[in-house]
């Protein structure tokens, strides 16, 4: 007796992993539960994307995305799977657009790249603001100045710091907001509390 196929919580039927989905079943799914989202879709890239002429285009590109993905296995709960796609979508293309390739440019001039160093006293303040930056940061716990510099100056996201760190996603979230808490009391000090005033 063969076993029934497993379904989601809205009825789909769900593929064991490495099960390819039918070209039928992507456009049901798609239909069904990635077009209802595209007003909301929209505006979520209008919200996030500087250039307006672009959005249809990101919209295509999501949906492209979508639909390869779903050819291997259709995501259950769809919104989260397609935002996260849009999300990563947007990033991709502000990384490229901060990328000008060498041969772009043919006059290096033309790239407005500035030639004079700053001034000796500029200079002066910005390494003694390193130092403090650097002295505070030796002051925090070291599990946390880890996460901090992951995070600020790596730029890695959590999941990545997780990782790395060997801990939870939760933890790395729970560390880098000690490590600002502190390194803001340490610049800053700490604010005072307006409810204490008569």
Known sequence: MADAPETSRDGNRLHPLGAVTTAPEVRAWFVGHVLP????LTQFLHHN???KSDIQDLLQ???VRVCDAARKQIPDPTKPFVFSIARN???DRVRRERIIPIEAVSDLDALEIVKD???PERSAIARDELRKVQSALDR???RCRQAIVLKQVEGLSRR???TRMGIGEGTVKEYVAEGVRALANMFYGEAPD???RN
């Open 37 to 40: 989202l595209e007003a909301v």
């Open 49 to 51: 994307w500087h250039n």
């Open 61 to 63: 590109d999501v949906y």
């Open 89 to 91: 979508l947007l990033i």
């Open 117 to 119: 160093e700053p001034d």
């Open 140 to 142: 925090l716990p070291p």
């Open 160 to 162: 990545e710091i997780a």
């Open 194 to 196: 307006m409810r204490r």
